[in-house]
């Protein structure tokens, strides 16, 4: 095992499992995304995930007979270690997955032993957006000190980098900015509690919304089943249900940035997840929202952008994450 040889990273989403190998320098030899279908359950899934690792690992020329075997790190192994992201809470120094709000059922899931078992490489499992923001900060090519990440996807979450150490905190959770309240007398999230930024920002919250809204109205969306590109793309249209839903969540999503500009003061604020491919008409709102509510001082210093790796962002959060924790053993 060497820090010169690629990791194989793993990212398990609510809606997309993916994979893929890395080198040191960030550059991705293959890339491998297919549904999650949590409703199968978390056992299922971890095969699921085990097998894309292994068409990961094929796809980027390595020999994939050369796993499974007791090589403890032999040079006969195809990659360094394997990196995990998966959304928390978890514990990453056992790699055991905790109750995600989006995985329903994933209760103490051993995932880190079960990947260690199948690949018999080290393994380093990582909440998925704290491991993305040491993504951006080491391959993104921005150029700054002090980052903030932000996944808007089938959940919401988010990772800090300050003064170029990744944030990890007490519970070594990276911080739950997910679950940070935006509206204490607002909407139930997932994880119990009443107004998480989750609650409004996440796909997950903006299709529930939307259904809601347009339930038993004459809106395009009326009879769909949503998902939030359908509302970013009816809000273009110009339906008036799915504008006003759209225009809510870059609302509260823009007020969320504000308050971790504030309290972070970030030079950069990276937007990355599915929610994300919606572009401009997310970023642009968002970016003059947050700009405009967070204190002077901090706004001047920071900018809000789109994260530049599109749905390959949780893989190379996972691979950063191996690499960092390679350097460290």
Request: some cysteine.
């Amino acid at each position: 095992m060497t820090e010169e040889q690629p990791v194989l990273a793993l990212d398990v989403g609510g809606t997309k499992l993916a994979a893929g190998v890395v080198t040191p320098d960030g550059t991705i030899q293959s890339f491998c995304q297919i549904e999650t279908a949590v409703d199968e359950g978390p056992a299922a899934v971890v095969k699921r995930l085990l097998e894309l690792g292994e068409l990961a690992t094929a796809e980027a020329g390595l020999p994939v007979g050369a796993m499974g075997k007791e090589q403890s790190g032999a040079s006969g192994s195809p990659f360094a270690a394997v990196g995990v992201g998966c959304g928390g809470p978890l514990d990453p120094e056992t790699g055991v997955i905790q109750g995600p709000p989006g995985l329903p059922g994933w209760d103490d899931v051993p995932l880190g032993q079960l990947v260690a078992q199948r690949f018999r490489q080290p393994v380093f499992v990582e909440n998925d957006a704290t491991a993305a923001a040491l993504g951006e900060y080491r391959w993104g090519g921005w150029g700054v000190r002090n980052l903030v990440y932000l996944t808007v996807s089938t959940g919401f979450g988010g990772g800090v980098v300050a003064d170029g150490k990744l944030f990890r905190g007490a519970a070594r959770q990276g911080g739950e900015l997910g679950h940070v309240v935006v509206d204490w007398q607002g909407r139930q999230c997932g994880c119990g509690a009443r107004g998480c930024a989750e609650a409004y920002v996440s796909g997950t919250s903006i299709a529930r919304r939307a259904a809601e809204a347009a339930a038993g109205s004459d809106s395009t969306l009326a009879g769909l089943s949503i998902t939030a590109r359908d509302v970013a793309e009816q809000a273009r249209a110009g339906d008036p249900i799915a504008r006003a839903v759209w225009d809510e969540t870059t609302a509260m999503l823009g007020r969320m940035v504000a308050v971790l500009i504030n309290v972070c003061e970030p030079e950069l604020v990276v937007l990355g997840g599915g929610v994300t491919r919606a572009g401009a008409q997310l970023l642009d709102p968002v970016r003059e929202a947050a700009l405009r509510q967070a204190m002077p001082p901090a706004a001047r210093a920071c900018d809000v952008v789109l994260s530049r790796h599109g749905d390959a962002v949780g893989v190379l959060g996972a691979a950063a994450i191996a690499h960092e924790r390679l350097g460290e053993a």
